[in-house]
């Protein structure tokens, strides 16, 4: 059985962006535990939270955050877990301040990063982490491929006969 996946949002309102990762985690039977903990609003806990990562069965923490997007790299501080941010679209900049937040990490505090409103990637990066050691879940992920790679031919095959 893999390792869990935490799944991080510095609010409640990242929820709606976030539901494809967990759907997505949870296509491939990946336990993911859903929270809400603010880097700036509750430090302590972000703290708390990442440093008994691992002890607590994790193999990955997915960490989305808007604006200031502090929420990753302060959880990537406290853990040796690889972290993935997921930017979360703003009004302000369209989500171009929140992928800096992420992006711009100080030499040895990394978090991974997909684009803005990217979760469903960060599900499939966390997948494609956890099946280093899980043959089943590697093959999954194969299959996956495989199948994406049947649906674009069939769109192909589609487009090809009403042109």
């Known amino acids: 059985m893999s390792k869990k996946v935490a ?7 990242d929820l709606e962006t976030m539901k494809p990762c967990i759907a997505r985690l949870q296509s491939f039977g990946i336990p993911a535990e859903v929270r809400v903990i603010s880097a700036h609003r509750t430090p302590a806990a972000a703290e708390q939270f990442a440093s008994g990562a691992r002890e607590n069965g994790f193999g990955v923490i997915i960490a989305a955050a808007g604006k200031a997007a502090h929420l ?3 959880l990537a501080a406290y853990t040796t877990l690889p972290v993935i941010g997921v930017p979360i679209k703003t009004s302000m900049m369209g ?3 929140s ?3 992420m992006v711009q990490m100080p030499k040895g505090i990394p978090v991974a990063c997909v684009a ?9 990066l966390a997948a494609q982490m956890l099946a280093l050691s899980d043959e089943a879940l590697a093959g999954q992920l ?3 491929k495989v199948k994406m790679a049947q649906e674009v031919a069939e769109k192909d095959r589609h487009i090809s006969e009403k042109l």
Do not use: R
């Not at 799944?7 to 309102?13: L, Y």
């Open 142 to 144: 194969s299959d996956f």
């Open 116 to 124: 803005v409103d990217g979760a469903d990637n960060a599900a499939i």
């Open 7 to 13: 799944v991080v949002m510095g609010s409640d309102s």
């Open 95 to 97: 989500g171009l301040d």
């Open 72 to 74: 990753a790299g302060v």
């Open 99 to 101: 992928l800096l937040s």
